[in-house]
């Protein structure tokens, strides 16, 4: 296994050893760029979020090179319970370019145009939320996820829709016809959220760790090793630092996406967060890869905005 994977499990475990603080108020437009507070919100946000990517490997690409928007709504259920809430995710948009892989298409070994309404490892899903432990009575706040995701909208590409080993009459009836990429699917959603208070180098932060499992279920064009049916693990780390000249919050992310054996994505994300006040949010920050497989780097930003 990849040494950088191996060292994955004992960092996760001792951000846990960091001492805690007194609780204080969690804002949403505070996240981090990829990883969530287990604390429910008390308001409505939606978040714009987007991302470069480079070098990414799929069933009938590679070296897929691009980005991808998304929007991510957060809904409180507080006429049933002040700590239930939904979360909806909207991978909008993605463009980018990859070079054919698929040894049955004419275009193989071409570089092929893909964008389209959608994302690639990313569905249209909702999540129920509910936390189940508080900082003020634990320690430390607790919460799961449940949810569900489907692929709504296929990404087109440049590539042409002809099987060289299996001729269709369409393929002379319409030779300009061209190929979907991620063009089906569905993905079942399951985590565990965690964040508290701690202390680093005497400055308050925040401390959060989501670990969770994305199942999916009859994809296509989407599994690098071809595979329809995988489960892999979504493991997100983040520490939120004291803000600094009084409208910069740092935030150092670590996440981590794969099954540790065929498909390993290990991204350090340094970012930060300003405040324009309460309720709205920029954020900024790198992906460097620290791992051979998926997202080799690239940049990320998003807006956030509570009401």
Do not use: C
Not at 288 to 300: D, H, V
């Amino acid at each position: 296994m990849n040494p950088t994977l191996t060292a994955l499990g004992p960092a996760f475990a001792s951000a846990l050893l960091l001492i805690p603080l007194a609780a204080s108020a969690v804002n949403s437009t505070l996240q981090p760029i990829s990883t969530r507070f287990a604390q429910t919100q008390s308001s409505t946000s939606i978040e714009l979020i987007g991302s470069t990517f480079t070098d990414l490997d799929l069933e009938e690409a590679d070296d897929f090179d691009g980005w991808t928007a998304s929007a991510e709504i957060v809904v409180p259920l507080e006429t049933i319970s002040d700590h239930m809430q939904l979360r909806f995710l909207i991978p909008f948009y993605t463009n980018g370019d990859a070079r054919i892989t698929d040894e049955t298409k004419p275009d193989l070994g071409e570089k092929s145009d893909i964008d389209g309404y959608g994302g690639v490892y990313d569905f249209v899903s909702v999540q129920f939320e509910q936390q189940w432990l508080e900082v003020k009575t634990s320690g430390f706040n607790a919460a799961y996820a449940i949810g569900f995701g489907a692929v709504l909208v296929p990404l087109d590409t440049t590539a042409l829709d002809i099987d060289l080993t299996d001729p269709e009459p369409d393929d002379v009836t319409d030779p300009e016809a061209t190929d979907l990429m991620n063009h089906e699917g569905y993905v079942f959603l399951t985590g565990l959220k965690f964040d508290r208070p701690v202390s680093i180098f005497g400055q308050e932060s925040q401390l959060l760790l989501n670990a969770g499992v994305r199942g999916y279920v009859l994809t296509d064009d989407l599994h690098p090793d071809d595979q329809n049916n995988f489960i892999w693990a979504d493991l997100k780390e983040a520490i939120i630092f004291e803000q600094i000249w009084n409208y910069v919050v740092p935030v150092l992310e670590l996440t981590y996406l794969g099954d540790f054996n065929d498909f390993n994505e290990l991204l350090l994300k340094p970012q930060v967060i300003i405040p324009f006040n309460e309720s709205a949010s920029l954020k900024l920050g790198g992906l460097l890869s620290l791992s051979g497989e998926g997202n080799q780097g690239g940049f990320a930003g998003g807006f956030s905005y509570s009401f």
